[in-house]
């Protein structure tokens, strides 16, 4: 815990990063993005998952890219998208016991929707671990890695940036965490674009793990030292 000493706030993403990629729910929700589209304008599934994409990457989320161009209702997609099946995830004890011993604030900063957020903790047994959710209708709607959304989580939960941690399978989420002064750990679940396993990472990326849990053990005392 030496590094990360000074960190009093933590902040964690949602999606691949409390629950593993490996799961598949965000494969999940991704089909359910893609089937909104098919149905919202009448394209075919391979028209409507390159909508899908080019709107995640012009605008940080679908949703956004949706609200802009087409003017939909957020609520309703967000229902739609977050409707899947999380029954077979796995409950990690790691990152049930671990979690603990983070000293300071816990906060998740995700996204997805608030409902799933909260059906999700729920589920994985580590809701009780956090202060609050910073959700995407937290935001206003406007995603990572916009540095708007940052400014707002900061001056909702008054914490200084440079004594807080943020972990996120998505780099470019942790590059704007980075430059508002924060502490960075990369979950590197081997998504396509964001990096080779064992290449030199990018100076935004302070820290590195496959999977949290594994992050957690090796970094969390098994009897952490309380702060006074």
Same mark, same amino acid.
């Given at each position: 815990?030496?590094?990360?000493?000074?960190? =009093?706030?933590?902040?964690?993403? %949602?999606?691949?990063?409390?629950?593993?990629?490996?799961?598949?729910? +965000?494969?999940?929700?991704?089909?359910?993005?893609?089937?909104?589209?098919?149905?919202?304008?009448?394209?075919?599934?391979?028209?409507?998952?390159?909508?899908?994409?080019?709107?995640?990457?012009?605008?940080?989320?679908? %949703?956004?890219?949706?609200?802009?161009?087409?003017?939909?209702?957020?609520?309703?997609?967000?229902? +739609?998208?977050?409707?899947?099946?999380?029954?077979?995830?796995?409950?990690?004890?790691?990152?049930?016991?671990?979690?603990?011993? %983070?000293?300071?604030?816990?906060?998740?900063?995700?996204?997805?929707?608030?409902? +799933?957020?909260?059906?999700?903790?729920?589920?994985?047994?580590?809701?009780?671990?956090?202060?609050?959710?910073?959700?995407?209708?937290?935001?206003?709607?406007?995603? *990572?890695?916009?540095?708007?959304?940052?400014?707002?989580?900061?001056?909702?939960?008054?914490?200084?940036? *440079?004594?807080?941690?943020? +972990?996120? =399978?998505?780099?470019?989420? %942790?590059?704007?965490?980075?430059?508002?002064?924060?502490?960075?750990?990369?979950?590197?679940?081997?998504?396509?674009?964001?990096?080779?396993?064992?290449?030199?990472?990018?100076?935004?990326?302070?820290?590195?793990?496959? *999977?949290?849990?594994?992050?957690?053990?090796?970094?969390?005392?098994?009897?952490?030292?309380?702060?006074?």
């Amino acid at each position: 815990m030496d590094r990360f000493r000074h960190i =009093d706030t933590w902040l964690f993403d %949602l999606d691949n990063t409390l629950y593993d990629a490996s799961t598949g729910v +965000f494969d999940q929700i991704i089909e359910r993005m893609t089937l909104y589209v098919c149905n919202l304008l009448g394209v075919s599934r391979e028209e409507a998952n390159a909508l899908r994409r080019g709107y995640w990457e012009k605008y940080g989320t679908t %949703l956004y890219g949706l609200m802009q161009e087409h003017r939909i209702d957020p609520q309703d997609f967000l229902s +739609f998208s977050h409707d899947v099946d999380i029954s077979a995830v796995p409950q990690c004890e790691t990152i049930k016991e671990k979690l603990g011993g %983070l000293p300071g604030r816990k906060i998740i900063f995700t996204n997805s929707s608030r409902a +799933f957020a909260e059906r999700m903790t729920r589920h994985l047994g580590i809701d009780g671990h956090f202060e609050s959710t910073f959700s995407i209708e937290s935001a206003d709607f406007v995603p *990572k890695p916009n540095p708007e959304t940052y400014r707002a989580i900061i001056e909702k939960f008054s914490f200084d940036p *440079k004594r807080a941690a943020m +972990f996120d =399978d998505m780099q470019v989420n %942790l590059k704007t965490a980075a430059e508002q002064g924060m502490t960075t750990v990369w979950i590197d679940c081997g998504e396509p674009g964001e990096g080779a396993s064992g290449g030199a990472l990018p100076s935004h990326i302070h820290h590195k793990t496959e *999977k949290l849990a594994d992050w957690l053990r090796e970094t969390v005392p098994e009897h952490p030292v309380k702060r006074k």
